[in-house]
Nanobody
Framework: QVQLVESGGGSVQAGGSLRLSCTASGSIFSINSMGWYRQAPGKQRELVAIISPGGSTSYADSVKGRFTISRDNAKNTVYLQMNSLKSDDTAVYHC???????????WGQGIQVTVSS
């Protein structure tokens, strides 16, 4: 089992920045890729960014150039630096981790990010 705890959300004005953190505990040896997803009201959950154990990254087109995902394997933590925030970025952000052993996907409870224009 892997537990994921997110922090760093909140409210910010458009153009501002926030940094989200997600710390994993439990069977962390099994973790392969980690990532961030988001779900806005009335919309489906969508991928924001993912990062491999070696640091390879992938981003949704809507956040490229504004968001940066990074990972500190020693701290079992993945970060999402969000700059130039827009009102469309308002959503609940969820951290996830994929087990490299079973393929099981673990999810954090989510954290609210609100961007006001």
């Amino acid at each position: 089992q892997v537990q994921l705890v997110e922090s760093g959300g909140g409210s910010v004005q458009a153009g501002g920045s926030l940094r989200l953190s997600c710390t994993a505990s439990g069977s962390i040896f099994s973790i392969n890729s980690m990532g961030w997803y988001r779900q806005a009201p009335g919309k489906q959950r969508e991928l924001v960014a993912i990062i491999s154990p070696g640091g390879s990254t992938s981003y949704a087109d809507s956040v490229k150039g504004r968001f940066t995902i990074s990972r500190d394997n020693a701290k079992n933590t993945v970060y999402l630096q969000m700059n130039s925030l827009k009102s469309d970025d308002t959503a609940v952000y969820h951290c996830n981790a994929v087990s490299g052993v079973s393929g099981y996907v673990y999810w954090g409870q989510g954290i609210q990010v609100t961007v006001s224009s």
